[in-house]
């Protein structure tokens, strides 16, 4: 298994609901890192996870929450989120963040709106 | 209409000829370099890399070039085709961070 799932594929929610982004990969990766990518713009990294922690968050608003219950998953919960959170939220995992693997594989993406 | 700041550098070719994408990155610290493809509707694709210890890296039909002196970066398709058409971004890494920066992002199309 080569590659990095991710459900749902589109996602509609109100500004008052709480759901959740999942992410999976099998290529025993031990990064994992969500983006969040805005029409014609490039990915803009959220958060990292470093061997099921989490190493990096970018100031990212509390209304996003992400989880790493093991290393082949990755979770982000929202919650209360507004209108320009609209965007395609990307996760991705590399091999190891301090080997020699650096590349980083992304999944398709979940295509969020927030009405 | 379009708004200033969404409008991707665009660069046409026609279907067989070579096509070269520039990126200028801005760490003198960055020690690795991805190139990514990036087709409508799905995630970055990996394309190819290299670290800064090398100045130039082929692959299948696509070479990179690196040139550390002027903080340059460069992707090359050979005999571009139709299904090369996508968004190519190019990404820096840092010796110091875990972090991934992208560019701003080229849309290549390709003609008949």
């Known amino acids: 298994d080569t590659e990095v799932t991710q459900t749902p594929k589109h996602l509609v929610m109100g500004m008052t609901n709480k759901k959740s982004l999942k992410c999976e990969q099998h290529?025993?990766?031990?990064?994992m890192y969500w983006y969040k990518q805005k029409a014609k713009k490039p990915p803009e990294l959220m958060f990292v996870y470093s061997y099921e922690k989490l190493s990096i968050n970018e100031s990212v608003p509390s209304r996003f929450s992400p989880e790493c219950p093991n290393s082949s998953l990755l979770n982000l919960h929202l919650h209360a989120l507004q209108p320009e959170d609209s965007a395609l939220y990307l996760c991705?995992?590399?091999?190891?963040?301090?080997?020699?693997?650096?590349?980083?594989?992304f999944g398709p993406g979940t295509r969020l709106t927030v009405t | 209409g379009e708004s200033v700041g969404l409008h991707l550098p665009t660069l046409s070719v026609q279907e067989g000829d070579n096509s070269i994408i520039n990126c200028a990155y801005s760490n003198s610290a960055s020690d690795y370099f991805i190139w990514y493809k990036q087709e409508s509707g799905k995630g970055p694709q990996f394309i190819i890399d290299i670290r800064s210890n090398m100045d130039k890296r082929q692959g299948q039909r696509v070479t990179v070039l690196l040139n550390k002196t002027v903080k340059h970066l460069s992707l090359q398709i050979a005999a571009t085709q139709p299904g090369d058409s996508a968004v190519y971004f190019c990404?820096?890494?840092?010796?110091?961070?875990?972090?991934?920066?992208f560019g701003t992002g080229t849309r290549l199309q390709v003609f008949p």
């Open positions: 990404a820096e890494k840092s010796t110091v961070t875990d972090k991934l920066i």
């Open positions: 290529m025993g990766h031990r990064a």
């Open positions: 991705a995992s590399s091999p190891d963040p301090r080997g020699r693997g650096y590349e980083q594989y």
